[in-house]
Each structure stands twice: as structure tokens, then as C-alpha cells.
């Protein structure tokens, strides 16, 4: 029997992976090692009594109480705080799913390299942050990264293991988000409300306000030129309403390769799930015939600066995408706290990126997870400096 556990359990992608697993006969199909969740103690109990998992954990160590309750003679145990999460990470499992929100999940999706495991990552903030130590660890102990963005998923089912050298670009769609069509001038007053409504795709609220951005994309940029080791001059992005077709490679014999599908993650989930099988999945089926018409255009760079962010931090390496992705996500918590405006959020990334250069130390290599977590800090700091908020240096 296949073992398996879902990191980020209550999620988007959490929850998606939740019915992908009880409709592929849950646990009487699988051996569940572990469910973690952020703070969401109700939900956590009703999967982990669903599906019986050895451990639930909760990363908000105040509520391990009430899970330690709620679970009370079922003979789950229970655990609290991040360093509990990361342990949860250290049972051997045959499939895990890497689905915490931010740089929160690296650690975790860090460790569970360490047996051998297939990850299943959603948490692209991992290969933003740590890309060549996350990639060098499942070298090193045999384990298998396989991409849940659907972008990156979408790239490598077109890829099919075709040899990269092969491969001119790699193209990865963006919807354009929630404000793809306002005028320029209004984007300064968007809401939190409004950013957090996203035209195709039903997400978390983070990546929603991300896809309004593009922060979102700036970070897959960086995703996929870690993971697929391609240059950055040969990843593009063409802003594609639709949603339907999600990512292209173009081969040097001037042929491209397309995936399209509906807009649902379970496809990118189940494929993970399932990989090297293609099992059937409860996604609808596209009929283009009644789509009708599929459209592309450039992303404008007044509208989404965080494209070039993305751009700049991969030409610096090192630890650039650490301070990028914890200043990125700083500014992301001011917006939704009130205290700075939609369209201040690339500037404030901006300046950090610029002060962390100023100080050195951003184009160093990361060689261990410390190094990674120290920037991350850092970041922080400066962002919340920037900002004038309190800062919340000690997220991951
Ligand atoms: P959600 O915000 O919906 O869920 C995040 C999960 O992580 C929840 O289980 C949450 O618990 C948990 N969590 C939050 N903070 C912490 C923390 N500090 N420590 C431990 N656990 C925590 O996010 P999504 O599912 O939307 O996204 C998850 C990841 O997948 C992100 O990296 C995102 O970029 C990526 N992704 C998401 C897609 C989507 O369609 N949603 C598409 C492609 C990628 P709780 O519920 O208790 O708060």
C-alpha cells in the first residue's frame, strides 16, 4: 500500500489533494503518514478522522491543546509548532504533498527529501528561495520533485523527457489577474477584496492578490528556471485569458508542444498523484469548439513590474530569490493589513532587493538552509522597515 501525506492539508491545493485521495479510495487505498495545517484545528480533525493519518500537526502551537482533544482516543497523535511540522516531514512517506503557503513550506519539503520521497510541490516558494539546494538534496538522496504548478506541470508533460538541450523556450501562460483590464491609473486603489478575485482559477487568497500582480509569475519564472535549469532568456510569458492552455515548449526544430486543460488543479494533482500512471481524474473536459478562440498577448511592464523583479533576480542568483520572495511576501501582508497600497507592493520589493545589495552578500550561493533562512530574515526586516509596519521576522 502506497504511503503518503499532505503538508498544508487545509488549503487550496490541500483540499483538492484531500478529494483527489478519498475519490482514489482513501485510506483504504493509502497509508496516510501525516496531515499538517497552519491554525485550522476544525478542519485538520475532520480530515484526520477521515482519513486516520498517524500524525496531525498543527504549526500554531497554541492550538495543540485543542487538537490534542479533538483527536483523544482515536489513537492519532498530535503535535504543534513549525518544528513539529518539519519533524511530521521526517516519516518516511512513498508521496508527499508540499502544499504550506510560502517560505513556510521549505523546511519541510526540505527534509522530506531527505528520505527519498516524491515530492509533489505546490510550494514554489521553495524553489524560489533554495532552488539549487532543494534540487541538489533529491540528487543526493534519490528523491523525485515532480511540479504541481500548473505551468510547470503543464511544461513538463509537454517536455514528455525530452533532452532539455533540445528545448528553445519554455512559455508559461498568465491570466492577467484580477485587474488585467482596468486603466492604469486605478490600479492604486484597488482593494483587498477586488485583488483577491481571480477570473479563472478558485485559489488561496495569497496567490489570487499574487496573480493580480504577478508576483505570482515572477515567482514561476524563477520556479521554472530552477527546476528545469533553463536560462532565463529562454523563459517567456505571454498573458493568455483563457486559462486553457498553460504552458508551451518550443523545440529547436521550430515545433511547440502545448498542454491545455480546464482551469482545475486537480489535473496538475492528480497527474502528480498518479505519475508515471495517467489515471482518470474529475476535471471537466474542454470542448474548443465552444471556446472558440484562444488569446495571447505580451505582459505590459507598466502593469506588471514584478515580471522585471523576476528577471533582476535571477540575473543576480544566489541568495537574490530568498530576499525577493520574503520581501514579496511582506508587502503582500501589508496590503492585506491596510497599510500600503496595491500598486506599492513592487516598489517596496524593489528597495529591499537594492538595500540587500548594497549590504553584499545576495549574489552568494546558498550552501545550507541557514544561509537561506538568515536572507529570508533579513529581508523581512528591511521590507517592514520600508514600510513603516512591525516587522515578523520569524514566519519560516
Ligand atoms: P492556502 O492559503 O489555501 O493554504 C495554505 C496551507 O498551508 C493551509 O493548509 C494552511 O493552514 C497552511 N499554512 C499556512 N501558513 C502556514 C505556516 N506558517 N506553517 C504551516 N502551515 C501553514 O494556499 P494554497 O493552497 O493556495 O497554496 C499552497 C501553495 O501552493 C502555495 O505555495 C501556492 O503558491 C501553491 N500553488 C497554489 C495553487 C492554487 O491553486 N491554490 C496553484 C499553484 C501553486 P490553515 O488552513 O490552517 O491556515
Redesign the pocket.
Known amino acids: 500500500m502506497r504511503s503518503l501525506s499532505i ?10 489533494t484531500y478529494d483527489l485521495i478519498q475519490r482514489q479510495g482513501g485510506r483504504g487505498a493509502y497509508r496516510i503518514v501525516a496531515l ?5 484545528v476544525r ?2 480533525v475532520e480530515q484526520a478522522r477521515a482519513l486516520r493519518p498517524e500524525i496531525a500537526v ?3 502551537a497554541a492550538k495543540l491543546p485543542a487538537l490534542r482533544e479533538a483527536l483523544a482516543g482515536t489513537g492519532i497523535e498530535a503535535a504543534g509548532g ?1 518544528a513539529a ?1 518539519a519533524d511530521a516531514a521526517l516519516r518516511p512517506a512513498d508521496w508527499i504533498m508540499s ?4 517560505a ?2 521549505l523546511v ?1 519539503g526540505f527534509r522530506a527529501l531527505s528520505h527519498g520521497t516524491t515530492l509533489a510541490l ?4 521553495s524553489l524560489v528561495t533554495a532552488g539549487p539546494l532543494l534540487m541538489a538534496e533529491a540528487r543526493r538522496h534519490g528523491a523525485t520533485i515532480l511540479p ?3 505551468e510547470h506541470s503543464a511544461a513538463f508533460q509537454a517536455l514528455g523527457g525530452e533532452d532539455m538541450a533540445a528545448v528553445e523556450t519554455v512559455t508559461l501562460t498568465a491570466s492577467g489577474g484580477a485587474f488585467r483590464d482596468w486603466p492604469l491609473d486605478r490600479l492604486a486603489q484597488a482593494t483587498v477584496a477586488e485583488a483577491s478575485t481571480h477570473p479563472n ?7 489570487t492578490i ?1 496573480s493580480a500582480s504577478m508576483f ?1 509569475k515572477a ?1 514561476e519564472v524563477i520556479e521554472a528556471h530552477e527546476y528545469f535549469g533553463i536560462s532565463p532568456d529562454r523563459i517567456e510569458v505571454l498573458v493568455h485569458p483563457e486559462s486553457l492552455v498553460h504552458a508551451i515548449v518550443s523545440f529547436r526544430d521550430g515545433g511547440m508542444i502545448g498542454h491545455l486543460g480546464a482551469p482545475d ?1 486537480r489535473h ?1 494533482i492528480g497527474y502528480a498523484l498518479n505519475w508515471p500512471e495517467r489515471a482518470a481524474l474529475p476535471v471537466a473536459r474542454l470542448r474548443l469548439a465552444e471556446v472558440g478562440r484562444l488569446t495571447f498577448a505580451a505582459p505590459d511592464p507598466a502593469r506588471y513590474p514584478a515580471l522585471g523583479l523576476a528577471r533582476a533576480v535571477m540575473a543576480t542568483g544566489g541568495l537574490a530569490g530568498a530576499g525577493f520572495n520574503a520581501a514579496k511576501e511582506t508587502a503582500l501582508d501589508a496590503f492585506i493589513a491596510g497599510a500600503i497600497r496595491f500598486t506599492d507592493m513592487a516598489g517596496v520589493v524593489d528597495r529591499v532587493l537594492d538595500r540587500l545589495s548594497g549590504q553584499g552578500g545576495l549574489e552568494k550561493a546558498p550552501a545550507s538552509l541557514d544561509m537561506v533562512l538568515d536572507m529570508d530574515r533579513s529581508a523581512r526586516r528591511l521590507a517592514a522597515e520600508a514600510m513603516g509596519v512591525p516587522a515578523d521576522a520569524e ?2
Open positions: 503538508f498544508g492539508a487545509t488549503g487550496s491545493i490541500g483540499e483538492s499538517t495545517a497552519g491554525g485550522n478542519r485538520l498543527i504549526a500554531e513549525p511540522v502544499a504550506i503557503v510560502g513556510a513550506g519541510p505546490a510550494n514554489k516558494e504541481v504548478d500548473s482559477w478558485a485559489m488561496g487568497q495569497r496567490i499574487d505570482n515567482l488543479m496538475a514566519r519560516i
